[in-house]
């Protein structure tokens, strides 16, 4: 299990001598670790707290099956990311990223400054193993801070929310659902510029979760509802695919 002997060369370009060292995988099994405990206690909390609020072990089971069918569609985004940036930081790095909070195009933005603050690129002739773990470094510090805003933040809108409860109970009922509205918009305003096709993409995946939700409720089918995510997604990722192909 010994490393190559180009490993640890800061003037090397063989990347994958340290991008695959045993360390950064045993880092990457501890993210997962951690990942997999806490689903294991959220899923224990939800059940124990469901009587409380008359909520059945039925919907309970319900939600849970909606939830992981609907991320199945965001996880194909996840999926095609993670391959992407594969041939730039290796498997354990990207496993990391993808398995903890954060932004995939932030982190890489972050990793590319980085990069161009040493006069190197992402990839390039003299994307050197030095360039690399400074560059490493760096999208795990952007990463990180998005753990540590969470962590800090969390308790302090946690305390203002039940504070906007007590006084308008309804503006805290609207709150959620418009910021929820308001980030899914402007990612998707985003988009629209960039070329006819992504304009193309954004009706076209509009227009299958409004299809889908429809038949989902005039057929009273609710797995169809829970799959309409995963449906739009997948129908969007073809006709992307049809459209730049052809």
């Known amino acids: 299990m010994g490393l190559p002997l180009s490993a640890g ?30 689903t294991i206690l959220y899923v224990k909390a939800t059940k124990a707290a469901a009587p409380h609020v008359d ?11 909606a939830g992981a069918v609907a991320s199945i569609g965001p996880s194909l985004s996840v ?25 995939a195009s932030t982190e890489t933005a972050s990793a590319n400054l980085a990069a161009q603050s040493m006069g190197s690129m992402l990839g ?11 560059a490493f470094i760096a999208m795990s510090l952007s990463g990180g801070m998005w753990m540590l805003c969470t962590l800090l933040l969390t308790p302090i809108l946690k305390r203002g929310g039940k504070s906007l409860a007590k006084r308008n109970p309804a503006a805290m009922a609207l709150i959620p659902s418009a910021a929820l509205l308001g980030a899914f918009s402007m990612l998707t305003i985003a988009e629209i ?35 309409s995510l995963g449906f739009a997604i997948l129908i969007s990722i073809t006709a992307g695919y049809l459209m730049h192909t052809a």
């Open 9 to 38: 060369n800061p003037g090397s370009t063989d990347i994958w001598a340290i991008a695959n060292i045993p360390f950064l995988w045993i880092c990457a099994l501890g993210v997962f670790a951690v990942i997999f405990i806490q």
């Open 55 to 65: 909520m059945p072990l039925r919907e309970v089971k319900e939600a849970f099956r």
């Open 79 to 103: 999926v095609l990311v993670a391959i992407a940036l594969l041939a730039l930081f290796g498997t354990p790095a990207v496993l990391v990223r993808i398995g903890l909070i954060g932004s």
């Open 124 to 134: 390039g002739d003299t994307y050197t193993q030095q360039v690399f773990a400074v």
């Open 193 to 227: 510029p960039k070329s006819n096709i992504h304009m193309m993409l954004v009706l076209i995946s509009a227009t299958s979760m409004a299809l889908f939700l429809f038949l989902a409720k005039t057929l009273n089918a609710k797995w169809l509802k829970e799959w």
